[in-house]
Protein backbone atom coordinates (compact mmCIF):
# COMPACT_ATOMS: atom_id res chain seq x y z
CA UNK A 1 0.00 0.00 0.00
CA UNK A 2 2.92 2.44 1.01
CA UNK A 3 3.70 3.27 -2.79
CA UNK A 4 0.14 4.82 -3.49
CA UNK A 5 0.00 6.28 -0.04
CA UNK A 6 -1.97 9.27 0.16
CA UNK A 7 -0.59 10.38 3.54
CA UNK A 8 3.07 10.35 1.90
CA UNK A 9 1.69 12.37 -0.89
CA UNK A 10 -0.27 15.10 1.55
CA UNK A 11 3.36 15.39 3.57
CA UNK A 12 5.32 15.59 0.24
CA UNK A 13 2.95 18.60 -0.95
CA UNK A 14 3.18 20.17 2.56
CA UNK A 15 6.89 20.08 2.04
CA UNK A 16 6.73 22.06 -1.09
CA UNK A 17 6.80 25.77 -1.05
CA UNK A 18 3.99 28.46 -0.64
CA UNK A 19 4.01 29.33 -4.75
CA UNK A 20 3.55 25.37 -5.59
CA UNK A 21 0.66 25.08 -2.81
CA UNK A 22 -1.08 28.13 -4.39
CA UNK A 23 -3.50 26.81 -6.17
CA UNK A 24 -4.88 24.72 -3.76
CA UNK A 25 -7.60 27.25 -3.28
CA UNK A 26 -8.77 27.27 -6.76
CA UNK A 27 -9.08 23.73 -7.15
CA UNK A 28 -11.53 23.43 -3.83
CA UNK A 29 -12.95 26.10 -5.40
CA UNK A 30 -13.67 24.24 -8.84
CA UNK A 31 -14.83 21.47 -7.06
CA UNK A 32 -17.53 23.42 -4.62
CA UNK A 33 -19.05 24.99 -8.09
CA UNK A 34 -19.17 21.61 -9.81
CA UNK A 35 -20.95 20.20 -6.81
CA UNK A 36 -23.77 23.22 -6.74
CA UNK A 37 -23.98 22.54 -10.03
CA UNK A 38 -24.93 19.20 -9.72
CA UNK A 39 -26.88 19.04 -6.90
CA UNK A 40 -27.90 22.61 -5.45
CA UNK A 41 -26.58 24.66 -2.90
CA UNK A 42 -28.00 23.08 0.09
CA UNK A 43 -24.86 21.42 1.88
CA UNK A 44 -27.65 19.39 3.78
CA UNK A 45 -29.40 17.87 0.34
CA UNK A 46 -25.99 17.66 -1.15
CA UNK A 47 -24.02 14.94 -0.41
CA UNK A 48 -20.89 15.91 -3.17
CA UNK A 49 -21.13 19.72 -1.34
CA UNK A 50 -21.00 18.23 2.12
CA UNK A 51 -17.52 16.24 0.77
CA UNK A 52 -16.29 19.55 -0.83
CA UNK A 53 -16.80 21.92 1.92
CA UNK A 54 -15.11 19.31 4.32
CA UNK A 55 -12.03 19.23 2.13
CA UNK A 56 -11.97 22.98 1.98
CA UNK A 57 -11.51 23.04 5.61
CA UNK A 58 -9.89 20.28 5.92
CA UNK A 59 -7.20 22.53 4.02
CA UNK A 60 -7.62 25.74 5.83
CA UNK A 61 -9.71 27.23 3.21
CA UNK A 62 -11.49 30.88 4.66
CA UNK A 63 -15.03 30.22 5.12
CA UNK A 64 -15.29 33.96 3.04
CA UNK A 65 -13.98 31.82 0.03
CA UNK A 66 -15.91 28.84 0.69
CA UNK A 67 -19.50 30.96 0.56
CA UNK A 68 -18.02 32.72 -2.69
CA UNK A 69 -17.51 29.95 -4.45
CA UNK A 70 -20.95 28.44 -3.78
CA UNK A 71 -22.49 31.63 -4.75
CA UNK A 72 -20.96 32.06 -7.67
CA UNK A 73 -21.86 28.63 -8.70
CA UNK A 74 -25.55 29.06 -7.87
CA UNK A 75 -25.74 32.16 -10.10
CA UNK A 76 -25.75 34.76 -7.26
CA UNK A 77 -21.91 36.42 -8.67
CA UNK A 78 -20.47 35.42 -12.46
CA UNK A 79 -20.30 32.39 -12.36
CA UNK A 80 -18.09 29.99 -14.80
CA UNK A 81 -19.12 26.51 -15.63
CA UNK A 82 -17.14 23.48 -15.35
CA UNK A 83 -16.52 20.08 -16.98
CA UNK A 84 -15.22 17.07 -15.76
CA UNK A 85 -12.84 15.86 -17.78
CA UNK A 86 -10.20 12.75 -17.20
CA UNK A 87 -7.05 12.00 -18.92
CA UNK A 88 -5.00 8.87 -19.36
CA UNK A 89 -1.64 7.90 -20.38
CA UNK A 90 1.86 6.76 -19.80
CA UNK A 91 4.84 8.54 -17.90
CA UNK A 92 8.42 7.89 -18.44
CA UNK A 93 9.01 3.95 -18.39
CA UNK A 94 5.19 2.82 -18.83
CA UNK A 95 4.04 4.47 -15.82
CA UNK A 96 0.23 4.30 -15.74
CA UNK A 97 -1.19 7.93 -15.18
CA UNK A 98 -5.12 8.82 -14.49
CA UNK A 99 -4.76 12.94 -14.48
CA UNK A 100 -8.51 14.50 -13.23
CA UNK A 101 -9.77 17.53 -14.23
CA UNK A 102 -12.19 20.67 -13.80
CA UNK A 103 -11.87 23.05 -17.01
CA UNK A 104 -14.12 25.72 -18.61
CA UNK A 105 -12.10 24.72 -21.69
CA UNK A 106 -11.51 21.48 -23.05
CA UNK A 107 -8.97 22.68 -25.72
CA UNK A 108 -6.62 24.37 -23.36
CA UNK A 109 -6.68 21.87 -20.88
CA UNK A 110 -6.29 18.67 -23.06
CA UNK A 111 -3.48 20.84 -24.85
CA UNK A 112 -1.82 21.38 -21.46
CA UNK A 113 -1.82 17.94 -19.97
CA UNK A 114 -0.55 16.56 -23.38
CA UNK A 115 2.75 19.39 -23.82
CA UNK A 116 3.42 18.17 -20.30
CA UNK A 117 3.16 14.53 -21.03
CA UNK A 118 5.24 15.06 -24.09
CA UNK A 119 7.97 17.47 -22.30
CA UNK A 120 8.85 14.57 -19.76
CA UNK A 121 8.89 11.69 -21.65
CA UNK A 122 5.31 9.88 -22.02
CA UNK A 123 2.45 9.91 -24.01
CA UNK A 124 -1.55 10.87 -23.73
CA UNK A 125 -3.39 7.35 -24.07
CA UNK A 126 -6.90 6.72 -25.32
CA UNK A 127 -9.65 6.99 -22.60
CA UNK A 128 -9.56 3.10 -20.86
CA UNK A 129 -6.25 2.58 -21.92
CA UNK A 130 -5.39 2.44 -17.65
CA UNK A 131 -8.18 2.83 -15.31
CA UNK A 132 -8.66 -0.90 -15.54
CA UNK A 133 -4.87 -1.10 -13.78
CA UNK A 134 -6.76 1.16 -10.76
CA UNK A 135 -9.84 0.89 -8.13
CA UNK A 136 -11.47 3.98 -7.65
CA UNK A 137 -12.01 4.14 -3.33
CA UNK A 138 -12.53 6.64 -0.63
CA UNK A 139 -9.37 7.24 1.27
CA UNK A 140 -9.61 8.76 4.94
CA UNK A 141 -6.35 9.84 6.79
CA UNK A 142 -6.24 9.79 10.62
CA UNK A 143 -3.50 10.34 12.83
CA UNK A 144 -2.52 7.39 15.06
CA UNK A 145 -2.46 9.38 17.88
CA UNK A 146 -5.91 10.44 17.43
CA UNK A 147 -6.99 7.02 18.39
CA UNK A 148 -6.12 3.58 18.08
CA UNK A 149 -6.62 1.00 15.42
CA UNK A 150 -8.91 -1.51 17.14
CA UNK A 151 -11.13 1.33 18.32
CA UNK A 152 -11.27 2.62 14.97
CA UNK A 153 -11.58 -0.15 13.33
CA UNK A 154 -14.90 -0.48 15.34
CA UNK A 155 -16.04 2.88 14.77
CA UNK A 156 -15.66 2.78 10.70
CA UNK A 157 -16.48 -0.70 10.18
CA UNK A 158 -19.90 0.34 12.01
CA UNK A 159 -19.73 3.58 9.71
CA UNK A 160 -19.41 1.60 6.47
CA UNK A 161 -15.92 1.39 5.81
CA UNK A 162 -14.02 -1.46 3.86
CA UNK A 163 -10.89 -2.03 5.79
CA UNK A 164 -8.08 0.19 7.52
CA UNK A 165 -4.75 -0.11 7.01
CA UNK A 166 -2.45 1.53 9.63
CA UNK A 167 1.65 2.19 9.28
CA UNK A 168 3.94 4.75 9.47
CA UNK A 169 1.65 6.59 12.58
CA UNK A 170 -1.06 6.81 10.50
CA UNK A 171 -4.53 5.39 9.37
CA UNK A 172 -5.78 4.85 5.69
CA UNK A 173 -9.84 4.10 6.25
CA UNK A 174 -10.71 2.68 2.84
CA UNK A 175 -14.40 3.29 1.91
CA UNK A 176 -16.62 2.39 -1.60
CA UNK A 177 -16.50 5.83 -3.24
CA UNK A 178 -20.23 6.78 -2.53
CA UNK A 179 -19.92 5.82 0.97
CA UNK A 180 -17.27 8.31 1.41
CA UNK A 181 -18.85 11.43 2.99
CA UNK A 182 -21.34 9.00 5.15
CA UNK A 183 -18.03 7.46 6.96
CA UNK A 184 -16.48 10.57 7.14
CA UNK A 185 -19.31 12.19 8.87
CA UNK A 186 -20.02 9.31 11.56
CA UNK A 187 -16.47 9.67 12.50
CA UNK A 188 -16.62 13.15 13.18
CA UNK A 189 -19.47 12.77 14.37
CA UNK A 190 -17.54 10.18 17.32
CA UNK A 191 -15.27 12.82 17.76
CA UNK A 192 -12.59 11.44 15.44
CA UNK A 193 -9.96 13.97 13.75
CA UNK A 194 -10.18 13.95 10.21
CA UNK A 195 -6.61 15.15 8.23
CA UNK A 196 -7.91 14.20 4.94
CA UNK A 197 -10.94 12.54 3.10
CA UNK A 198 -10.52 12.14 -0.92
CA UNK A 199 -11.53 10.04 -3.47
CA UNK A 200 -8.68 8.05 -4.62
CA UNK A 201 -7.62 5.73 -7.50
CA UNK A 202 -5.81 2.55 -6.19
CA UNK A 203 -3.48 0.94 -8.48
CA UNK A 204 -3.98 -3.00 -8.72
CA UNK A 205 -0.34 -3.61 -8.90
CA UNK A 206 2.87 -1.09 -8.77
CA UNK A 207 5.53 -0.30 -10.45
CA UNK A 208 9.07 0.52 -9.61
CA UNK A 209 10.76 2.68 -11.79
CA UNK A 210 14.16 2.54 -13.20
CA UNK A 211 16.40 5.24 -11.86
CA UNK A 212 16.72 6.90 -15.07
CA UNK A 213 12.75 7.72 -15.34
CA UNK A 214 12.13 8.52 -11.37
CA UNK A 215 13.08 12.08 -12.25
CA UNK A 216 10.78 12.45 -15.67
CA UNK A 217 8.01 11.16 -13.66
CA UNK A 218 8.23 13.48 -10.70
CA UNK A 219 9.01 16.17 -12.84
CA UNK A 220 5.53 15.36 -14.59
CA UNK A 221 3.60 15.04 -11.92
CA UNK A 222 4.64 18.11 -10.05
CA UNK A 223 3.92 19.95 -13.47
CA UNK A 224 0.68 18.40 -13.51
CA UNK A 225 -0.17 19.18 -9.87
CA UNK A 226 0.49 22.84 -10.71
CA UNK A 227 -1.87 23.05 -13.45
CA UNK A 228 -5.70 25.02 -12.04
CA UNK A 229 -7.58 22.60 -14.05
CA UNK A 230 -5.92 19.50 -12.49
CA UNK A 231 -7.31 18.33 -9.79
CA UNK A 232 -5.88 14.38 -8.98
CA UNK A 233 -2.97 12.63 -10.29
CA UNK A 234 -3.00 9.50 -9.90
CA UNK A 235 -0.10 6.88 -11.41
CA UNK A 236 0.86 3.41 -10.09
CA UNK A 237 4.79 4.15 -9.53
CA UNK A 238 6.53 3.69 -6.31
CA UNK A 239 8.74 6.79 -6.13
CA UNK A 240 11.59 7.50 -3.56
CA UNK A 241 10.51 9.14 -0.63
CA UNK A 242 12.14 12.72 -0.29
CA UNK A 243 14.49 13.29 2.84
CA UNK A 244 13.20 15.21 5.56
CA UNK A 245 15.85 18.48 6.05
Not at 153 to 176: C, Q, S
Request: charged residues 30%; proline residues 2%; contains cysteine.
Amino acid sequence: MSGHSKWHNIQAKKGKSDAARANVFTKIGRELAIAVKQGGADPNSNARLRDAIAKAKQNNMPNDNIQRSIKKASGELNTVNYEEMTYEGYGAGGVAFIVECLTDNKNRTAGDVRHLFDKFGGALGQSGCVSFMFKRKGVIIIDEAEIGEDELMDKALEAGADDIVTEDGYHEVYTMPNDLGAVREALEQAGVKIVSAEIDMIPENEVEPEERHIQSIEKLIDKLEELDDVQQVFHNAVLPEEEEE
